[in-house]
């Protein structure tokens, strides 16, 4: 009788003992990815405030901000003189529609239809 009731009490526990030991693992699973995801987010904020203090050093001289007010925001001292190109507006390579095409250009315009 005594035997029955230990088997009935570990009979009844295991189960319990055994669904928190899962629980508890899976758990510390969620915990490790977690952990993880954490860890590679702080990497890429560090990285991240490495180039933010790079651009701070840098923009502390004034001749870079200077020279980034001039490329960036088209900007130019009092009495300095700017000089501007204009590039040439591309030319054509097909000819218009209203030239005779060459037996190869009407192929070329039937496939790019």
């Known amino acids: 009788m005594n035997r029955q009731r230990v088997l009935l009490v570990l009979s009844i526990l295991a189960p319990v003992f055994l669904l928190g030991f899962v629980s508890a693992w899976r ?3 969620e915990l490790r990815r977690l952990l993880s995801d954490a860890r590679q987010e ?6 991240s405030n490495t180039k ?3 651009l701070v050093q840098y923009f502390s001289l ?3 901000v200077e ?3 001039k490329k960036r925001l088209n900007l130019a ?4 003189r700017v000089v501007i190109f204009i590039s040439p507006s591309p030319v054509s390579v097909l000819p218009s529609p209203d030239v005779p095409l060459v037996r ?3 192929w070329f315009r039937f496939w790019d239809e």
């Open 62 to 64: 004034r001749a870079n």
């Open 67 to 69: 020279r980034e007010a």
């Open 42 to 47: 702080a990497s890429v904020i560090e990285r």
């Open 27 to 29: 758990k510390e699973g």
């Open 104 to 106: 190869f250009w009407k």
């Open 77 to 80: 001292k009092p009495g300095e």
């Open 52 to 54: 933010l203090r790079d």
